[in-house]
């Protein structure tokens, strides 16, 4: 058996195994960290003992209570409620701690585009490339993204663009139903703070979400439909077949040509009203 592994061969392991992201310039030895233990507690300098006239009920432990799933909820709904400004929600979601993805995402993705754009985009979630710039739809999705903006006239100031989640789901897996739960209440903000005229949906887990619907993208695609938010009024949207899946699938780029069409339709009479 050969003794030492290439370079090369370790490389091939960690692709197989699935890793496609380096986070570090040097590698961390995670086996020196655990045999650095705790003194045992005896090994500790012994506390005091309070004075026998002082209450000696057993405190209760400093850590926070633990929120049920419908409390933690109710916290992101009021956080993002109490943003006021675009600015106020961006550091109170980056501050948030409800969503495990932060432990792993290497930045905060928010939002890229014009603060006053009347057509609003909303993704899934941030890729490697999204990951690591700290902006959304800037990887080879982000590029198709910008021709079909540029076919029909538009550049990235003229729309605002966000996705579903801030932070890169590890390896680009779909996002989970909680994850996306947690931070539903920032995104619902987030639309009500920019108001647009039109909001576009990318992908069927973004039209899912917000239409409130079970059927898959196919099925969404094509028509106009209304996106009801909580607080407000109705706002005219549109699911759009996601540009990651029209990489995948050119042939199915004619029919989004249509739908672009048509958004460019709408975008021109409400300018016009
Ligand atoms: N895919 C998305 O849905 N969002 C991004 O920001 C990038 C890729």
Redesign the pocket.
Known sequence: MKETLDCRSILEWYIYAGVDETIGESPVNRLAESAVVEPRPEARPATPLPPSNQNTEPRAAAAPPLQSRKAALQTAREIAAAAQSLDDLRAAFEAFDGCPLKETAMNF?FADGGKDARLMFV?????AE?DRRGL??V?P??RLLDKMLAAIGLGREDVYIT?ILPWRPPGNRNPTDSEIVACLPFLERHIELVDPDILLL??GTSAKTLLRRQEGIMRLRGKWMTYEPREGGPVTARALL?P?YLLRQPAQKRETWQDLIEIRQRLDEVANV
């Open positions: 993705v993704g899934e979630a941030p890729g999204e959304p739809f990887g999705a982000g996705n990318v992908g996601h990651a």
